[in-house]
């Protein structure tokens, strides 16, 4: 007769965890209590319950500040990118929106930076950094480089998209002619630098979208690079059938 596997302590107190964030006895923006109390209520050992605590940020439930404590996160929208754009793909609670900042900045392009936008190395490049909130939670993260051989953008204030699509607008505006997009979508594990930024653990999977578009002169004129929470995204593309498809059918 096989033996039977005990579950590891930490899973207990996710489970628990888990069910009273989901039941509301744990309520969104609230913080947990100090280390020493749960670690007293659960009879285990510091390690353990950061094991725990680990594994729910990981799954969007947990968000950890600095010097602060452990918070439940806010359940924002799902952030959906639908084919060539981004939005969000229903209202939060109570009506609220996503709050947008935009900051700018020239940039020496680095060796990897260059090499994507086919620059000499060290050349100026304007980049756009778009940080989303939810109640003082992050949601998104993304960052847009144009040449300034290209253009000098004028991206107009208020942000109204999480994912810069003012900045394609301003493009478009200064009439660079674009002529292709390629889109590469792949899910990986974020570097340091996204973690801090996204508020998630190491762990957690992000799902990146990165957009490449050339103009009809096969310059890039744009890199953009847009970094979401595997557990907060949706990418949906829809795609149009010919004509002659359709009158088939």
């Known amino acids: 007769m096989g033996t039977r596997m005990t579950p590891k302590r930490h899973v207990h107190i996710v489970d628990d965890l888990r069910l009273q964030i989901a039941t509301g006895t744990l309520s969104a923006g609230s913080q947990l209590p100090a280390e020493s109390v749960l670690m007293k209520r659960y009879a285990t050992s510091r390690t353990t319950l950061r094991e725990a605590f680990a594994r729910l940020e990981n799954e969007g439930l947990l968000i950890r500040r600095q010097g ?56 100026d490049v304007a980049a756009y950094t778009y940080r989303s909130h939810y109640m003082m939670d992050p949601c998104s993260l993304a960052r847009i480089y144009v040449p300034h051989a290209i253009a000098l953008l004028d991206v107009p204030w208020p942000v109204g998209s999480p ?87």
């Open 163 to 249: 994912m810069g699509e003012e900045v394609r607008h301003a493009l478009v505006q200064a009439e660079i002619r674009i002529a292709e997009t390629i889109t590469r979508i792949s899910s990986r594990l974020p570097v340091q630098e996204e973690a801090w930024e996204l508020r998630i653990g190491t762990g957690t999977a992000v799902l990146e979208i990165e957009h490449v578009t050339t103009d009809v002169e096969n310059r890039v004129v744009e890199l953009a690079r847009i970094v979401l929470p595997g557990f907060g995204a949706d990418v949906v593309f829809t795609e149009q059938a010919p004509a002659r498809e359709l009158e088939v059918a």
């Open 68 to 123: 602060i404590g452990n918070f439940v996160r806010h359940s924002a929208e799902r952030i959906a990118y639908v084919t060539g754009s981004c939005q969000a793909q229903r209202r939060t609670a109570g009506n609220a929106a996503l709050e947008i900042s935009l900051t700018q900045q020239t940039v020496k392009a680095s060796a990897e930076l260059a090499d994507r936008l086919r620059l000499p190395v060290g050349s």
